[in-house]
């Protein structure tokens, strides 16, 4: 009908022009009439007036083109294309940008539309990729340029009518339409050389197209014109005037018709009919069209969803190939650390070199330890160790006794060294010298009261870790090799070199054996000097002697200075003492000749017993040496004074030789209490219930003063002192000191890892079988998933227990870490290697096979058999994510397990923190109804990239079809995504973001590993 209205003027210009035709003929009524009443141009208003503002509630101003008038505002509302205060004017760029940023058309010009868009304001489709922004995220449009209708189209025709281009002379007459299906709609515009003339609004339209002859017909009942004044045909200067035509005789209908093959169209209403065949002789007017309409390819009529793609054999190569490569990485692997020199068993057999040709004992230097006023107060002001000092030379050991809390552990870790958490002052020397830190912990050796060892190595690997991590990178990995045998020669354990460590759960070696090992450990290295905590802690009798012998051998042997604590060994250990150091609460009593002990403290009172162990009699009389006691003999009571330690009767000493009893304490006690009056001061009196009197007596043996005040200690102090002023230079080579390299130590202890993984198998077998078994159940359960709404939730469902599986697992990490942790410790504080080294073991050789080969085993089984999508490398994409969402939370894990000891509570936060992530993973709560406050978790959450990733890769392209309730309803897949909260373009994106979270675990995990997983004692 739109197109009727254009001839009405056509027809009108041919009347002014062809006057020899019978006018009368169409001069039927005043209206038609008016057509050829040619008005005259209105004379110009005054310039110099400001025109009132544009407001289309007024009756002064309409909104052309049909448009809607906002009561509000007072402004139109514009249809697409068209733009200005009156939506008068076209608007150029594309329809994608939306009317609000399509620019204006510049008067008496045309539009330069953006690539893919075609028209006189730009609104039809040419290409598909112009398509892409009307789709949701991630979907690719389709220009349907069929002509035939399905939501939206828009259409750009050519007046046909040879006479009426003719009658024309050149300008060109066009006609825009566009209809909308829902709205049952059309719009129509009448342009003369691309200047619009009039418009009209179709509606009550009936759509229909036969596919088999390819024709579409549209049928409008209600037809409404309108002019745009001024403009040709409409009242131009010159021109005819046919509004009153076109808004009193254009009623409809309006028939619009086409041939879509050939493009060609017609259009019919019933009085633009009879114009047209009363001037020009055709029954209607013709027309060339082309139409645009982006849509999904789903909908383009006719379109037949294809089926379910099923797995071809590029597809079965593809995951055989997968799985094939990552077996003969995993076999590459384990062959080249195999050839580890920690995975060659010895013979027992080696080549003996010379000392003088040895890299240690070229370097080695007989040290003299010596320490002067070492004391050490806790945070709460509690002084633990007061002024101690000793001295202990090469070939000798010297032995640090004191009963429980006397501070001998803590006496060991300062000469040691290590970490302690307090104020620690005094001087410690090495051959008359104070080193650094540094260098100083490189020539000494230290072995822990508790054997932390590797349960599944054997005992010559223990020791050759050791030494290959220790031992100068100068020295052949044969003389290495040989440096261990030797130790263990000398510790008496070469016999047991194949047997396996052991643990709690499988027997192993015996604990005097364990001990020997972690003293072999040290003295690989050849330590200058090496302390041992308690080294007959928990041995025997037997196993004690055993040990201690062996440390006075070696010291004897190869001039080695060991210092090490006890506690009451037996008299036959003792005899091996070549020095002693003996405290009591913090205070000196004796340091010196063991040799010496028994006559200093005879000659001042204390005579051990004949027949009495002078460890247990040293240890006796030094126990509780500040001890609150209580005599009842005085008859005043003082309130307020507390007692918290053993009664005494107040003679301690008439009941002692009164009684028969063999109690030696009671013995040494009354020698104690009674020596002297100045060693006991009175500090109150306090009445019992019975008004009892009893007086607190704290008792202060004298034996701290009376050691101080010895020739002995002056001569030792003496000694201390000479050493510092004639001090012998200590020659540390730089090349003595260049332990294994950072990648050295990676491979050793990767191959370490591997051993310790492979032996104890229980963990990864478990792993990968529970991946063989949930891969074989999800793809029983989820068996030839269907592409409709089910399948899709089937597959969303199937992700999510994929990830929760994967991400559950990762707990494990958990336990194996805190296994481990101690040992890290002991042997950081050791220096065996840096802590990025054990770190980047601990990745490659524990977390990789762990988290890396369950997801590829779980997906090669469970992809095919479900049908997931193998397009653009979809299987591929989905071990990607797999791996490095299995990977990032491994890391996560570890993590947790880093900055929490206890494995109960690392375990609870680790389930904490995997529950959260889960939560925003989308499929409990769609993002968009995240506000900004919480959104944040979103943004940490491994599940949310992860799950996000796999639905896009899956559904993306899928078009999903439902039948229900006599309704076919076909939807893309990505547009289900989109309600959910997904954004369907952000696989990579989702990808990036795991990688990099992974990234910042991964360092995240190296900066806690370094500065908190450190020994503190």
Known sequence: MKFHLGLAWLVATVAGQLTSYPLDKIITNAAINNVFNVRPQPPAEDNDKCPPCFNCNLPNFECTQFSQCNSFTGMCECRDGYGGMDCSEPLCGSLSDGNKNRPVRDANETCACKNGWDGINCNMCTSDESCDAFMPEGLKGTCYKS??????????????????????????????????????????????????????????????????????????????????????????????????????????????????????????????????????????????????????KSEIPGYDLPGKRRLTTGNIFVITGVALICGLIVITSIYNINRSPLFKNSDGSYDSFDAETSALNQNFVPTTLSFNDISFKVANGHKVLNNVFGLVNPSECLAIMGGSGAGKTTLLDILAAKNKEGEISGNIYVNGNILNKSDYKKIIGFVDQEDHLIPTLTVYETVLNSALLRLPRTMSVRQKEARVIEVLNELRILGIKDRVIGSNFKRGISGGEKRRVSIACELVTSPSILFLDEPTSGLDSYNARNVIECLVKLSRDFKRTIVFTIHQPRSNIVSLFDKLLLLSEGDLVYSGDMIKCNDFFSRNGYKC??????????????????????????????????????????????????????????????????????????????????????????????????????????????????????????????????????????????????????????????HYILSLIVGTFCGYLYYDVSNDISGFQNRLGLFFFMLAFFGFSSLTGLHSFSTERIIFVRERANNYYHPFSYYAS????????????????????????????????????????????????????LIVGILIKEPGTSTMIGVLVLLMSLLFAGLFINSTDLNLQIKWLEWISVFHYAYEALAINEVKDLILREKKFGLSIEVPGAVILSSFGFTVSAFWKDVKFLGGLGAIFLVLGYVFLHFFTVEKR
């Not at 197209?209 to 024709?215: A, G, H, P, R, Y």
């Not at 003082?638 to 003679?651: F, K, N």
């Not at 009354?670 to 009893?694: C, M, P, Q, W």
């Not at 988290?851 to 989905?878: C, D, Q, W």
Request: glycine content about 4%.
């Open 147 to 296: 002509g035939i209708l399905v939501n939206k189209n828009h259409q750009m025709c050519d007046v046909t009518n040879p006479k009426i281009i003719s009658i024309l002379n050149g300008l060109k007459p066009q006609a825009t339409f566009s209809c909308n299906k829902t709205a049952e709609k059309c719009d129509f515009q009448f342009w003369i050389d691309q200047k619009e003339s009039f418009y009209c609004d179709l509606d009550k339209c009936k759509f229909d197209f036969d596919l088999k002859s390819n024709t579409t017909h549209y049928n409008c009942e209600e037809v409404a014109c309108k002019c745009l004044p001024g403009k040709m045909l409409c009242g131009q200067e010159g021109s005819i005037d046919i509004s009153d035509f076109l808004t009193e005789t254009i009623r409809g209908p309006g028939d619009f018709a086409c041939n879509v093959k050939q493009k060609s169209c017609k259009f019919s209403e019933p009085s633009m009919n009879d114009l047209i065949s009363s001037v020009f002789g055709d029954p209607y007017i013709t027309l060339k069209c082309n139409a645009g309409e982006c849509i999904h």
């Open 609 to 766: 017993p004949l027949g009495y162990n002078i460890a247990d009699y040293l240890i006796d009389i030094t126990v509780d040496h500040k001890k609150l006691v209580k005599a009842s003999d005085l008859p005043v009571s003082i309130a307020g004074v507390t007692t918290s330690e053993t009664v005494v009767p107040a003679d301690s000493h008439e009941q002692f030789v009164q009684s028969n009893s063999e109690d030696t304490t009671r013995e040494w006690e009354h020698f104690a209490v009674h020596r002297d009056e100045y060693n006991h001061d009175i500090l109150g009196r306090t009445k019992d219930s019975s008004d009892e009197t009893d007086q607190l007596v704290q008792i202060r043996n004298k034996l701290p003063q009376i050691y101080g005040d010895s020739p002995l200690a002056n001569d030792l102090k003496t000694e201390i002192q000479d050493g510092v002023t004639n001090s012998i230079p200590l020659e540390l080579s730089s090349q003595y000191l260049e332990k294994a390299s950072i990648p050295n130590q990676i491979l050793i202890l990767s191959s370490r890892t591997f051993k310790n993984l492979y032996r104890n198998p229980r963990l990864l077998l478990t």
């Open 842 to 893: 601990k990745i490659v050789c524990d977390v990789l096979p762990l988290r890396v080969l369950p997801p590829v085993i779980l997906a090669s089984i469970a992809y095919p058999m479900i049908g997931l999508t193998m397009e653009h490398n979809g299987f591929i994409k989905t071990l990607l994510i797999l791996v490095l969402f299995n990977v990032t939370v491994a890391i996560e894990m």
